[in-house]
């Protein structure tokens, strides 16, 4: 059993930090809480080069895991690797604070775009880190359900577009001789060459 979580931290690791040796024994490159854990160092040390002003005046930092896994909104994940992001981090100078890492799924931020308008993603980061600093709850489900913004959450606008596109291209190919289901109620016609 022992050997199983080994492998579930390795297996982590070798996708979203840095595993400890790949299969000819050399160290894979960084990614995810690794390549965020370099990039928020720089920006402490302030050494991110030309573009540094613009974080010269940064007192807290919300560091940020964009993910395409679903899965990894199941509270284990928050903070296994918000623990791997802290260890590869190291010490914050004084008057800088880095916010516990939060794991959003690109679904999540798809709605986010859709919903910021009623909010700041700022004050949604901070408010979570608030509620969360254990990241015990993943941001999806802390968004579900914490009133200031589970009403406020709308589905993607572009993935409603898309969506809507598809059903009147498939509509138009599966039905050729029906009423269309474009909105203008003007019927458009699908010529083959």
């Known amino acids: 059993m022992l050997g199983d979580i080994d492998q579930w931290i390795e297996q982590i690791r070798s996708r979203y930090g840095i595993a400890t040796a790949s299969a000819g024994g050399k160290q894979e490159r960084s990614k995810g809480v690794a390549q965020l854990a370099q990039l928020v160092r720089r920006i402490l040390d302030a050494n991110c080069g030309a573009v540094q002003p613009d974080f010269a005046a940064a007192e807290v930092i919300h560091p940020v895991l964009l993910v395409h896994d679903a899965r990894l909104n199941a509270p284990a994940y928050g903070t296994f690797l918000d623990a791997e992001f802290r260890a590869l981090l190291g010490g914050v100078p ?17 709605n986010l775009e859709s919903s910021v308008e009623e909010f700041s993603m700022r004050q949604l980061l901070a408010d979570y880190a608030a509620a969360q600093p254990e990241a015990f709850v993943s941001l999806h489900n802390f968004i579900s359900v914490d009133p200031r913004y589970a009403g406020k959450i709308k589905p993607s606008a572009q993935l409603m577009k898309d969506s809507d596109n598809l059903m009147r291209l498939t509509h138009r190919e599966l039905f050729p001789d029906s009423p269309s289901l474009d909105p203008d109620g003007v019927r458009a016609r699908h010529e083959a060459v």
Do not use: Q
């Not at 800088?96 to 690109?106: A, D, E, G, Q, S």
């Open 94 to 110: 004084m008057g800088k604070r880095v916010m516990p890492l939060t794991v959003m799924t690109i679904a999540d931020l798809e």
